[in-house]
């Protein structure tokens, strides 16, 4: 059974910059993809950025070239940097984690990751 705890959420002007953690534990050694998800109210959760164990990434269109996507797989951890951020960006952020694929696979949808973090709020003010 693998655990996952995101921090570090806050309130942010637009512009400013805030870095998201999640930490794995149980089971860890079998966690091959590592994404986040956000959901802002009212609307259905989205893809925002996923990491393949070898290191590979993806984005969604909307958060290229302002997030990054790291993870320290020596202290089971998956980070998100996240710069420039916008209202827009307001949500619930989730931490993902796949135990099925493999050291090479990523994927966008939700359906791919077995377990989920509770949420991190960020919100952005204008």
């Known amino acids: 059974q693998v655990q996952l705890v995101e921090s570090g959420g806050g309130l942010v002007q637009a512009g400013g910059s805030l870095r998201l953690s999640c930490a794995a534990s149980?089971?860890?050694?079998?966690?091959?993809?590592m994404a986040w998800f956000r959901q802002a109210p009212g609307k259905k959760r989205e893809f925002v950025a996923a990491i393949k164990r070898s290191g590979g990434s993806t984005y969604a269109d909307s958060v290229k070239g302002r997030f990054t996507i790291s993870r320290d797989n020596a202290k089971n951890t998956v980070y998100l940097q996240m710069n420039s951020l916008k209202p827009e960006d307001t949500a619930v952020y989730y931490c993902a984690a796949d135990i099925k694929g493999s050291i090479w696979s990523v994927s966008e949808r939700e359906g791919t990751y077995d377990y989920w973090g509770q949420g991190t709020q960020v919100t952005v003010s204008s």
């Open positions: 149980g089971g860890t050694f079998s966690i091959y993809a």
